[in-house]
């Protein structure tokens, strides 16, 4: 199973992030205990939260796919601060980047995406009076704010994080300065100055360019904090390439052959593991029930009786297979419930009244 600490160890050895172990007090909350690892002024983020200042989520997400069980971690943690401490969130969804990374054929394809992906986030838990979509087709005057921000942001920067190349299309150059615009939305238009952005750690040189320009524009740096990635089926990243990954639109039967083709930490025979036992730390099965469906008691429980070869691979694929059904066909049921009305109020215009807007958080 590969490594996939190695990117959070990095931002931490090498680029200045904090551990998040390192802090006091953390929410008492399952992704801040299994799968965050590092943060970036998360503690000044919380205590601004605890004393009551206003505060908000701005949390991505790209034009080009959709909800499967990697983004689970995410959507939880964005989750657990609305519904705790009624806290804005802002979901960016880049159908600009998309295009012009080649992720989608055409703008309309983004935009269609975008919609859909709406309906699927809202479908997913998302209070509509309190989250906001940032569709940049829709929001244009995103735009105008990142022509500010542009000003700061020079080109060997951009090359030098995302290793773009003189010959790269233009329109990559200037993401950054719509990325940057994206996160800082709150502070610009409705004067929320501290910002959380939950990300995977791959994604932290975006966040560090607008860490860069935000003082030099007169805002607030935003918080990070770095989640850890989940491993796919096989062990390896997951992606939507090696199809390693389980969406939420998938069928039962198609999450019960996914899961068990999933990468097991089980001996070759059933003798065998009977009596050696099994690795649930390499056992993606016990994994994914471990971080997402089952308490600590429970896990420890799953853990011990798979080390001592009580419980074979198959069993807790079935056990997984079962949590995951149930867990998909309740958002499916939701998703087809949703309301247009609710889809409408929840897409920024730039015809939207932002003081209207403000009344809700």
Known sequence: MENLLID?????????????????????????????????????????????????????????????????????????????????????????????????????????????????????????????????????????????????????????????????????????????????????????????????????????????????MNYEKPSILHITFLPGLDGKKMSKSRNNAIFLKDNTKIIIKKVGKAFSGGQKTVEQHRKLGGNPDTDISCRYLSTFFLNESESRKLFDNYRKGKLLSGEVKKMLSDKIINFVLQFQKRLKEVKEKDVKKAILTNNINLNEIAKRF
Not at 172 to 186: E, G, R
């Open 8 to 216: 959070n160890e990095k931002l931490v050895r090498e680029f200045g992030a904090s551990r998040l172990s390192t802090l006091k007090y953390v929410p008492d909350f399952y992704t801040f205990k299994k799968l965050i690892y590092s943060h970036r002024d998360f503690d000044k983020f919380l205590k601004a939260l605890k004393k009551g200042e206003k505060c908000a989520i701005v949390s991505g997400f790209n034009a080009s796919g959709t909800i499967h069980l990697g983004h689970k971690a995410v959507f939880d943690t964005n989750l657990y601060f609305q519904k705790k401490y009624n806290v804005p969130v802002f979901i960016p969804i880049s159908d600009d980047e998309s295009y012009i990374t080649g992720k989608v054929k055409n703008q309309e394809e983004a935009l269609n995406n975008s919609i859909a992906l709406v309906k699927e986030l809202l479908a997913y838990g998302f209070n509509p009076h309190k989250t906001f979509f940032i569709i940049d087709q829709v929001y244009t005057n995103i735009y105008n704010f990142a022509i500010k921000l542009s000003k700061k942001i020079n080109l060997s920067e951009t090359k030098a994080t995302y290793g773009y190349k003189d010959d790269s299309n233009v329109g990559l150059h200037f993401y950054p300065s719509i990325q940057a615009a994206h996160i800082l939305f709150p502070q610009e238009k409705f004067k929320i100055k501290h910002v959380l952005v939950p990300i995977g750690p791959d994604e932290d040189a975006h966040i560090r360019i607008c860490r860069d320009v935000a003082p030099l």
